[in-house]
């Protein structure tokens, strides 16, 4: 057990040691080093690049070997005066040259091929790293960065690995091949040259040394400049619209300016370097003459002869060529590894979202989701923008999912397909967690319609059929039917076959969201989440959309973040985010009844809503399903036939027909505003009519009881006069009237009669304390005078 932990402490040790000891030495293990990985490209075409160096060997050989005849020819045909011998001497020099020639042809050819295929896989590869790579590493780096990696870092890349890096290989052959011969000639000439390459060799590592952060400097300021070039023309909009195109011109001329001078800081240093390596080739010259003069002159038995020395000196330029190629092959060399470390960088990162090894292919979804405490951070970031969060959404279901702007939605949503994972907590789809799917066959049953929807420069077919490029026309112009744009695509001259502008630019907002809905839908998702993707739509144009998706999406489970009333009343659960935290969760009802978040929001923002919504049901039962547009009648049958080419009057007539059908769709619409408008007024005067008539009989009454107290009051004050005047049988009988019928009875009787209508108590109450009032004036005599029921038996 001891000795197990040991040797695994002693490996771990020796994997740790490993790099430290690389890091001392400054070196990395090839492999792994950016000069390693790209090398692995070459190593794919292996046989064709040994090929070409064989070729290339072979080419310098016969290049060269024309300088040893030199010596040969001053000795057979100058010094002899043979002719014969210089015509074959001519010969063999023109086989020679020919075959180099012949020779160097086909080494061009390959290393184009080469080069070609190389750049080829490499680009593949990067394009395909990039496909691999998460959300989080798009959010991290930026576009022109990204644009830059793949344009100029990948061509650079190609330049070095084919142009320069076989010119390398040529020039140490070529300097073995002509070193050698230059010591067949004369080894003491060899010998006393070999310092000074030495010299030059030393000057090229410190020149290496000097100019790697130079171009590290470069490559970066070009990163900068081509991001910014990049996100200015993408905003050129807002550059526009706050009118800041000096600020902008003074900001890229400034990180202009920042390459000029990196540049010119390389160009400095290779301006210096480069004569100072003339100067140390040309004293090697000067050397040779020296020597060979003094051997020549003063060295009894002449053993280096003029004819040797003049091929020696010819040697010798051959050999300064490939050396100072070397000095620039450092220099490409540090311009290729600055922009090699950066496509490395892409190549060998790895993504966060990975498959397991035994992850499942999901099977046909049937579409529950359920959030497990589910908490989430983007990658590299402190911040929890979800915090333990939990839900079931049963299949079919359609929830609405609400809240303020940042409080996570989108963040929430998209973690559904993955496009992030999960700081904590699990996701399930069909009751089986996300990770321990294939993406590939947990994304084909998700549609997402995003707020920031992307059309490709291509044509409006081509994106619609982007998810399912099998989908049939007729289910292609169902889609675009359902959401709500096959009238406006069939407008177009092109129709389904126009071209969309970059971004597509040449569509309206609104027009884009609508395309997109419909690429999603053409997939056929079984769940579909739709991110604010009706919010550059107007409200009428939703509504139908809405009705549309109503149907297809009976039985699918629809996500929907909006801040729409119309996508929220028909939800079976809304959700009411708040930073991070899921605050609600309930139905329209239960929400209101509870009177927190929701409810407040329904108060504040929902009722104008719901009043619009209310025409728009009204117009929509008032009319003839056919008359309200297309797009609500779902798909229409669309002939099988194919299609032949259009003449312009067809053409002409399809975009008349097109543009009758906006037309009566959007005067379906005004003249149902219009009658609402109508009977609205019509509703309110016949209203205030009925308001007028109750106020006239309430008056008449009012005055019919006034008049029947008057004359109550008349009655009793004259029959008080005849009871002061002491006739007591009138005085009993008023008596006896006061007894039964108050004033109010008296008007009651008489606007009953008159009206049907009954009078308030309060009025009965008025009357009566009048009447106590009148009496208490008159209230001794009348007690007095008047006797009670029993008194009177
Ligand atoms: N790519 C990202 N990297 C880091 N943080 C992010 C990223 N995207 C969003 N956030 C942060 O996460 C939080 C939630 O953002 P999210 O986009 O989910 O909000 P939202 O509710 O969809 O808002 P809105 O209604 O404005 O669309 C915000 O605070 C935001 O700053
Ligand atoms: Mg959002």
């Not at 998700?446 to 044509?459: K, N, P, Q, R, Y």
């Amino acid at each position: 057990m001891m000795q197990t932990e040991k040797k695994a402490q002693e490996m771990s040790v020796r994997k740790k040691k490993a790099p430290v000891l690389f890091q001392k030495l400054k070196v990395t293990p090839i492999m792994k080093s950016t000069f390693g990985t790209l090398l692995g490209f070459i190593w794919k075409l292996k046989w064709e690049f040994i090929a070409r160096l064989v070729v290339n060997a072979i080419s310098s050989l016969l290049i060269s070997l024309p300088v040893l005849l030199i010596k040969n020819l001053v000795n057979d045909v100058f010094k002899s005066g043979d002719l014969n011998m210089l015509g074959l001497y001519l010969v063999g020099l023109l086989v020679l040259v020919g075959s180099a020639g012949i020779l160097s042809y086909f080494s061009g050819y390959m290393n184009a091929r080469i080069g070609e295929r190389l750049i080829y896989k490499l680009r593949n590869d990067l394009y395909l790293a990039l496909q691999r790579q998460s959300f989080s590493y798009f959010d991290e780096n930026r576009t022109g960065d990204i644009m830059a990696r793949v344009t100029s870092d990948v061509d650079q890349t190609r330049h070095f690995l084919t142009d320069v890096l076989v010119q390398f290989l040529n020039s140490i052959i070529q300097l073995a091949v002509v070193l050698s011969l230059m010591f067949v000639l004369s080894v003491p000439l060899t010998l006393a040259i070999i310092p000074i390459c030495a010299a030059i060799f030393a000057m090229i590592i410190a020149y290496r040394r000097r100019i790697r952060p130079l171009y590290k400097r470069i490559r970066e300021v070009y990163g900068k400049l081509t991001a910014a070039l990049q996100e200015n023309v993408s905003g050129v909009r807002v550059v526009r619209a706050f009118a800041k195109e000096e600020v902008e011109i003074k900001k890229f001329s400034s990180k202009n300016y920042d390459l000029l001078s990196a540049n010119m800081n390389l160009i400095r240093t290779n301006t210096v370097f480069g004569p100072t390596m003339d100067l140390v080739g040309n004293i090697s010259l000067v050397v040779v003459i020296l020597l060979g003069a003094y051997a020549a002159l003063e060295i009894p038995g002449n053993s280096v002869q003029v004819a040797t020395l003049v091929s020696f000196f010819i040697l010798l330029q051959m050999v300064l060529g490939p050396i100072k190629f070397l000095a620039n092959f450092m220099s490409s060399y540090q311009q290729m590894i600055a922009a090699g470390d950066r496509i490395v960088g892409i190549l060998n990162h790895t993504s966060e979202i990975t498959e397991k090894p035994n992850a499942i292919n999901l099977p046909s979804l049937v579409g529950s989701i359920d959030f497990n405490a589910v908490s989430f951070k983007y990658p590299g970031t402190e911040r929890e923008v979800l915090k333990d969060i939990s839900f079931s959404i049963k299949p079919g279901e359609k929830v609405a999912i609400l809240g303020p702007t940042g409080s996570g939605k989108s963040s929430m949503v998209n973690l559904i397909p993955r496009f992030y994972d999960v700081s904590g907590g699990a996701i399930l789809v069909d009751g089986i967690d996300i990770r321990d799917c294939k993406i590939k066959s947990l994304r084909s049953q998700i549609g997402i319609v995003a707020h920031d929807t992307f059309l490709f420069s291509i044509s409006i077919k081509d994106n619609l059929l982007y998810g399912n490029v099998k989908a049939s026309k007729d289910e292609m112009e169902a889609a675009a039917k359902i959401a709500n744009i096959h009238d406006f695509i069939i407008s177009l001259p092109e129709g389904y076959n126009t071209i969309v502008g970059e971004r597509g630019i040449s569509l309206s907002g609104g027009q884009r969201q609508r395309i997109s809905i419909a690429r999603s839908l053409l997939i056929n998702p079984r769940i579909i989440i739709f991110d604010d993707s009706l919010s550059a739509v107007d409200v009428e144009t939703e509504y139908l959309i809405q009705q549309a998706l109503k149907r297809v999406m009976a039985g699918r489970t629809t996500l929907i973040i909006t801040q729409r009333l119309s996508s929220i009343r028909d939800a079976d659960k809304i959700l009411y985010l708040d930073n991070g935290q899921l605050k609600e969760i309930g139905s329209h009802a239960d929400l209101l009844a509870k009177d927190g978040y929701y409810a407040r929001l329904y108060k504040t923002l929902y009722r104008d809503q719901e009043k619009q919504l209310r025409e728009l049901d009204a117009y929509a039962r008032s009319r003839e399903p056919g008359m309200i547009s297309p797009a609500l009648q779902g798909a229409l049958p669309v002939e099988n036939e194919a299609v032949p080419e259009k003449t312009a009057r067809q053409i002409s007539r399809e975009q008349k027909k097109a543009d009758k059908i906006e037309l009566m769709r959007v005067k379906g619409i005004d003249e149902a505003r219009k009658k609402l408008e109508e009977m609205k007024t019509k509703e309110e005067e016949k209203r205030k009519k009925e308001a007028e008539l109750e106020l006239e009989q309430q008056q008449k009454l009012e005055a019919k009881k006034k008049e029947a107290i008057e004359k109550w009051f008349e009655r009793a004050e004259k029959s008080d006069v005849e009871l002061q005047k002491g006739t007591k049988l009138e005085s009993e009988h008023v008596a006896g009237q006061d007894s039964d019928s108050t004033p109010h009875d008296v008007a009651l009787v008489d606007a009953t009669s008159s009206t049907g209508t009954a009078t308030t108590a309060t009025t009965t109450m008025k009357a009566r304390k009048a009447l106590a009032k009148e009496k208490k004036s008159t209230g001794h005599q009348e007690r007095s005078t008047i006797p009670k029921e029993d008194e009177q038996h």
